[in-house]
């Protein structure tokens, strides 16, 4: 039984900077494609990055471009999220989700594992 176990979530000001986790385990880490994926309220699931799986090349939407960075430690099972100068507008649930498979993927039908999805509040 695979598992996506996020953290780090919380409450930060604008301006400021929180570092997502993402801990895998059930399967071999290196299969997946990894993804973060946000909610706000009243909205739909929406992509902000991804991870491949092999060379690790990144992709982001583009209101995260330059603030977020996506990494992943394959010896510890663990994608992060580094989110610098968040703003009011990055304030959501964030999800954590896996796909097998070598190319990323935006859309969230794509993934087949997801996290419980942990909150981030940006306060202005």
């Known amino acids: 039984q695979v598992q996506l176990v996020e953290s780090g979530g919380g409450l930060v000001q604008a301006g400021g900077s929180l570092r997502l986790s993402c801990a895998v385990s059930?399967?071999?880490?290196?299969?997946?494609?990894m993804g973060w994926f946000r909610q706000a309220p009243g909205k739909e699931r929406e992509f902000v990055a991804a991870?491949?799986?092999?060379?690790?090349?990144?992709y982001y939407t583009d209101s995260v471009k330059g603030r977020f960075t996506i990494s992943r430690d394959n010896a510890k099972n663990t994608v992060y999220l580094q989110m610098n100068n968040l703003n009011p507008e990055d304030t959501a649930v964030y999800y954590c989700?896996?796909?097998?498979?070598?190319?990323?993927?935006?859309?969230?039908?794509?993934?087949?594992?997801w996290g419980q999805g942990i909150q981030v509040t940006v306060s202005s």
């Open positions: 059930g399967r071999t880490f290196n299969v997946y494609t």
């Open positions: 991870i491949t799986r092999g060379s690790g090349s990144t």
């Open positions: 989700a896996a796909r097998v498979g070598t190319f990323y993927r935006t859309a969230a039908d794509d993934y087949d594992k």
